[in-house]
């Protein structure tokens, strides 16, 4: 190469440059974490995000609102699509449309968020495979406003399936899945499901009743407004399922229903099946002259939460009354078809609470933790199948429990993929099968008896972690 050739390559390498330095650089839009069918929300185009006039997002009120969106695909975290998905401390989900074709329809994921979901108009249509709305963290609440129906289409599915507290507030709200409505359990807290005095009607429907799947389902408190009944099935109670002791929705024999309805009622005709095990904010301590609501087929009564209607102890004394009420035993009624026409507006146990959602005013917590521990000594791995074993309880100890319950989950906080196993209480070792290889697994044991009390347990044993070949 020439010398003028060499500096006339030069010249135009240096003119590029400069070009390239000079040119200005369009700034980056600030962005969200939050996603709807897929595409990040930003700056740019949060007015419309989904770019056909369905989806904007307020940064400043932290809502998103849907006005005739047909969300069709989703972000993809933890190997799950998600129609809308959040990771902000606050979201507001407001209006009218549908989600449809994802593994979750609405999600959030981020310690101590609140997701509101609000459905306005025609309402909120969610139908996903997995969850219809989720929450990952424990720490989360999830409230449901307005017109909202959340199916869940797949094997293990729930409806709404919230890791933390949900606070059903208002409106009507139709599920469905292989679970109903279930809220998560971690670090020995269940957490509870409310459901407010506003609300029109909640009605939940599992595709096969059993004593896994359920309606509702929480290792909290199902807490009802005392505006409202469990009108389908007629009589129908909070009590436990023979499983794995969790807080669910039963008919008035015991049995599990497919589909439960929770809606008002006047006064006059409340259903006594919803004074059980939890809700005690639907005047277990009514006035001395009108608790007509005994139900003396309600042999999972807890005592701590319904001191005036535990008829089997013929005890109706008033714990709002300095006298016992000798007159309510002979108003018991056994069909579950209450008079509660003499219910005390000076209540304080129910006047007390916040009017939107009734929360549990339980003296006791729902599972009380008083029966002898229990350890694992061994688990052997083996071919998709580990067999735990621990030591057997001596007989004074067995004398105490009822069964052993051996619970196992790929997730070591036991949130979600949790299974529970019932053995006999003289046992001192359990087979698991059908494990998937390459899985890791975390098991752990604890003693159980159920009690006309309440559920007395023994703390989870030490988790062992174990993964198979």
């Not at 310690?111 to 108009?121: E, R, S």
């Not at 959340?150 to 059903?168: D, L, M, Q, W, Y």
Request: positive net charge; proline residues 2%; contains cysteine.
């Amino acid at each position: 190469m020439s010398i003028k050739a060499y500096y006339k390559y030069l010249f135009m390498l240096a003119a590029t440059m400069f070009i390239f330095i000079a040119r200005p650089i369009d700034a980056k839009a600030d962005s969200y974490n939050l996603w709807v069918g897929g595409t990040q929300v930003t700056d740019d185009n949060k007015a419309n995000i989904l770019g056909n006039n369905t989806a904007s997002y307020n940064s400043d009120t932290k809502s998103l609102t849907l006005t005739g969106a047909n969300i069709t695909n989703g972000h993809i975290f933890d190997y799950y699509s998600h129609g809308i998905y959040s990771e902000l401390e606050q979201l507001t989900v407001t209006g009218y449309g549908t989600i449809s074709n994802c593994n979750v329809g609405i999600a959030s994921n981020k310690d101590n968020a609140t997701l509101t979901v609000n459905g306005t108009g025609t309402g909120l249509n969610i139908s996903a495979a997995s969850f219809g709305i989720h929450t990952y963290k424990p720490s989360e609440t999830l409230n449901l406003e307005g017109n909202i129906t959340a199916e869940a289409t797949g094997g293990s599915s729930r409806g709404v399936f919230s890791s933390g507290t949900v606070n059903i507030v208002n409106g009507t709200l139709s599920v469905k899945g292989s679970w109903g409505i279930e809220t998560g359990y971690s670090d020995g807290v269940g957490h509870d499901i409310n459901i407010g005095a506003d609300v029109t009607k909640v009605t939940a429907t599992v595709y096969y009743s059993s004593d896994v799947y359920h309606t509702f389902r929480t290792f909290g408190n199902i807490n009802i407004n005392p505006a409202l009944s469990i009108t389908t099935p007629a009589g129908g109670r909070v009590g436990y399922d023979s499983y794995n002791s969790a807080k669910v929705i039963l008919a008035s024999d015991g049995t599990y229903p497919e589909t439960v309805v929770i809606e008002p009622v006047s006064n006059n005709n409340n259903n006594s099946g919803s004074n059980n095990d939890n809700n005690t904010s639907n005047n277990s301590d009514n006035n001395t002259g009108g608790n007509n609501n005994n139900n003396t087929s309600n042999s999972d009564s807890n005592t701590s939460n319904n001191t005036g209607n535990n008829t089997d102890s013929n005890n109706n004394s008033n714990t709002n009354s300095s006298e016992n009420n000798t007159d309510s035993n002979n108003n018991n009624n056994t069909d579950n078809t209450a008079n509660n026409t003499g219910n005390d507006t000076n209540n304080n146990d129910n006047n007390n609470q916040t009017p939107d959602i009734a929360p549990s005013n339980s003296e006791e917590p729902s599972e009380i933790v008083d029966l002898p521990g229990i350890k694992i000594s061994k688990v052997t791995v083996s071919s998709k199948s580990v067999t735990v074993k621990w030591k057997k309880l001596s007989k004074k100890n067995q004398k105490k429990v009822t069964k052993i319950q051996v619970q196992y989950s790929t997730d070591k906080n036991f949130k979600k993929n949790v299974k529970t196993v019932n053995v006999k209480k003289a046992s001192a070792e359990k087979k698991i099968k059908n494990l998937s290889r390459k899985k890791t697994y975390y098991i752990r044991i604890r003693t159980y008896n159920k009690k006309s009390d309440g559920l007395h347990v023994s703390k989870w044993s030490k988790v062992k972690k174990i993964k198979i070949k």
